[in-house]
């Protein structure tokens, strides 16, 4: 464990572990690039992603490096950073160790833990082959196959129930995520596919949002959250509130009030949990698999060990702060400060999440924005999410790529990245395409 002694110029510079190149282990890095240490950043994939774009990518909106870049080139002129492709499978606390993928360990003076969350589907794990989540690139190929595919069915299909549903898309979830892909999935259906089709309508596609709760969007005021809900029915999303789902197979979903839909494409929003990575830390964890930690990012017992992001609970005014991304970066920044200065616990303070608004796009010039006490709606809040994202995106090649392709998507009625890169038969179309290990 560190000292805390004051880093100088000409001491052996600490060694700097973060696990994760998400927003959270990514600003972190980058604070660290004037320190004094050694940073080394692991991931199990090559690229940075932002996350709030993907289902974008699932809906055929934008590709995958429209989104996406290269760890390595993001860091390039950083000379005190280092980054490995390599997956994080243990933490050894007592020992300051991090054991990869390849049984190899990764000694560290701080340690960063910014794996991030996965696909919960609560306790039903076979519900997976079923219904795709949205947490990775692959993840949203799938789904865009699976929706595209769902489509190319239809039109070769002579049986009228069979068409009827394969023409039927649920998602499941009302948060951001759900509403997001609902949206996108009938405004793919009713607009960017029509008149694209010979043997059948497009625009017969129904697309059903099913929410656990009361509402959608809960997070947000109910004002707010009424008005998302009359935009999707404007563009033919069908909400269905208080649906417990208990069954899923490959046709479809069973609810606990003994309704079912039969479906053949599911796409699943309504929850995520920590990782197994989290488990192996040895200490107590909430419901959800996240680490709990203190006021300044750091876990209990373990003053140089700290979890940020998606992965950790931290709890601020007698609530969590949400699994959002700017919470990551602000964290990020905040433990770099931290290691930068060498500060130990007394004299680190305590993390203040800054919340500059929450925003939810429904679909072409629908969205709403809650930012301080202003709420927005309808086109001024989705002009107010597209400025937002593109400011954030990472790169200005990216920017001005995303911004082309929104331009033109907005004005033709088009996208262009409707590929199928999977072979399939009319059989096994819509099951699951074989793909990497997710787990962080």
């Known amino acids: 464990m560190p000292t805390f002694a004051p880093v100088t110029a000409g001491s052996t510079a600490a060694r700097v572990v973060i696990v994760g190149g998400g927003f959270g282990g990514l600003w972190c890095a980058r604070r660290l690039a004037d320190a004094n240490v050694a940073v080394t950043l692991l991931d199990r994939t090559n690229h940075h992603l932002f996350q709030p774009l993907l289902y974008q990518v699932a809906m055929a909106g934008l590709s995958p490096a429209e989104i996406a870049a290269p760890i390595r080139s993001l860091l390039r002129d950083q000379v005190n950073a280092r980054v490995l492709l390599a997956q994080a499978v243990g933490v050894d606390l007592a020992g ?3 054991t990869l993928d390849d049984g190899s360990t990764l000694p560290y003076d701080w340690l960063v833990l910014a794996v991030g969350a996965k696909t919960s589907y609560f306790g039903n ?9 949205l947490k990775t690139i692959e993840d949203a190929l799938e789904i865009r196959r699976r929706v595209l595919m769902a489509f190319e069915l239809a039109e070769r299909t002579t049986d009228m129930a069979e068409r009827k549903q394969l023409l039927t898309f649920v ?31 497009p625009e017969s596609a129904q697309v059903i949002l099913v929410e656990g709760g009361s509402r959608i969007l809960a997070q947000f005021p109910a004002g707010l959250s009424q008005s998302a809900r009359q935009q999707l029915a404007e563009i033919g999303v069908q909400v269905q509130l208080g649906g417990r789902v208990v069954a899923m197979d490959a046709d479809g979903v069973g609810f606990e009030d003994g309704q079912r839909i039969a479906a053949r494409t599911v796409v699943w929003g309504a929850g995520v949990r920590g990782t197994r990575l989290a488990e192996t830390l040895g200490v107590p964890l909430d419901r959800s698999g996240r680490v709990p930690v ?7 017992g373990h003053p140089a060990v700290f979890a940020i992001g998606d992965m950790a609970l931290h709890v601020a005014a007698g609530k969590p702060l949400p699994g959002l991304c700017p919470v990551a970066m602000q964290q990020g ?3 770099g400060d931290i290691i930068a200065r060498n500060l130990p616990p ?20 629908r969205a ?20 937002i994202h593109l400011l954030q995106l990472i790169g200005f090649r990216n920017r001005l790529v995303v911004l082309v392709s929104w331009a033109w998507s907005y004005f033709a009625y088009k996208r262009g990245a409707r590929l199928i890169t999977e072979r399939a038969t009319a059989h096994q179309a819509l099951r ?9």
């Open 96 to 98: 300051c160790e991090v």
């Open 125 to 133: 794990p076979d519900w997976e082959r079923h219904a795709c989540g």
């Open 171 to 201: 998602v499941i979830g009302g948060g951001p995520t759900g509403v997001e892909l609902a949206g996108a999935i009938a405004e793919l259906a009713h607009t960017v596919l029509s008149h694209e089709f010979r043997s059948m309508d």
């Open 294 to 300: 203190g006021q300044d990012c750091s876990v209990a």
């Open 333 to 335: 920044t905040f433990v």
């Open 346 to 365: 007394g004299q680190r303070g305590t993390f203040g999440y800054v919340d500059r608004g929450s925003m939810a796009t429904i679909g072409r010039s």
């Open 368 to 387: 709403i924005a809650w930012v301080g006490k202003h709420e927005l709606r309808g086109f001024v809040a989705w002009l107010a999410w597209l400025v």
């Open 432 to 440: 699951p395409a074989p793909s990497a290990q997710k787990e962080a």
